[in-house]
């Protein structure tokens, strides 16, 4: 059973624009959460995480928010580059466990 | 830093064939995370040790999978006898200090005919 869910796997985008990813989550003891990103024939690379103590975290470019009550996160990119076109995935740990559940991944093209 | 170095990039085998899957983790870390990533499942978790120590291996799949860590430089991930749907991206990750901010290697793409 999927606890981590990224629907709509797809997003295009033009350059300059903002992309917005969407995660669920079903498990309430979920507590941490992450953001990679993953560029064809490589490994996932860490982008931005949030603790549940936080709504809001911000890098940059990239900034998550997080609604506990709702499970829900997104992941803002604010502007677009092409270089941000690769699959991103949504994580959560629950209680410092070792365990991350990943989502499916969401693939983001942006288009200059 | 070379980061994580899996091997071989990519392995295509028949059915009934042993497949070996290595990895060397960044030098320092403690823990090492194998996955595999499928278009059905996403990237699960298999496996991952701390100190060399194999903590938690409830995501391997069935009896035909095993792992090792003979010391902190290396891991394997072993499938005897692999099948078709062994087929995935096997990833192997380590960190330091436990499941924050992982370092993944560039994956072993692996086809079972």
């Known amino acids: 059973d999927q606890q981590v869910k990224q629907n709509s796997p797809s997003l295009s985008v033009q350059e300059g624009r903002i992309s917005i990813l969407n995660c669920d989550y079903t498990?309430?003891?979920?507590?941490?959460f992450l953001w990679y990103k993953k560029y064809p024939a490589e490994g996932p690379t860490f982008l931005i995480s949030?603790?549940?103590?936080?709504d809001k975290n911000e890098d940059g470019r990239f900034t998550v928010f997080l609604n506990k009550s709702a499970k829900h996160l997104s992941l803002h990119i604010v502007p677009s580059q092409p270089g941000d076109s690769a699959v991103y995935f949504c994580?959560?740990?629950?209680?410092?466990?070792?365990?991350?559940?990943f989502g499916k991944g969401n693939q983001v093209v942006v288009i200059p | 830093d070379a980061g994580v170095i899996q091997s071989p990039r990519h392995e295509v085998t028949e059915m009934g064939q042993e497949v070996t899957l290595r990895c060397k983790p960044i030098?320092?870390?403690?823990?090492l995370f194998w996955y595999r990533q499928t278009m059905m499942r996403g990237l699960e978790l298999l496996i991952y040790?701390?100190?060399?120590?194999?903590?938690?291996d409830s995501g391997m799949p069935e009896d035909r999978f095993s792992a090792k860590m003979p010391n902190a430089s290396f891991s394997t991930l072993k499938i005897q006898p692999s099948e078709p749907r062994d087929s995935a991206v096997y990833f192997c990750?380590?960190?330091?200090?436990?499941?924050?901010?992982?370092?993944f290697g560039p994956g072993t793409r692996l086809l079972v005919l």
């Open positions: 990750a380590s960190s330091l200090g436990g499941w924050e901010t992982q370092y």
């Open positions: 498990n309430s003891m979920f507590d941490y």
């Open positions: 949030i603790s549940s103590i936080k």
């Open positions: 994580a959560a740990s629950a209680g410092g466990n070792n365990r991350l559940a």
């Open positions: 030098s320092g870390h403690d823990y």
């Open positions: 040790f701390n100190n060399n120590v194999p903590i938690d």
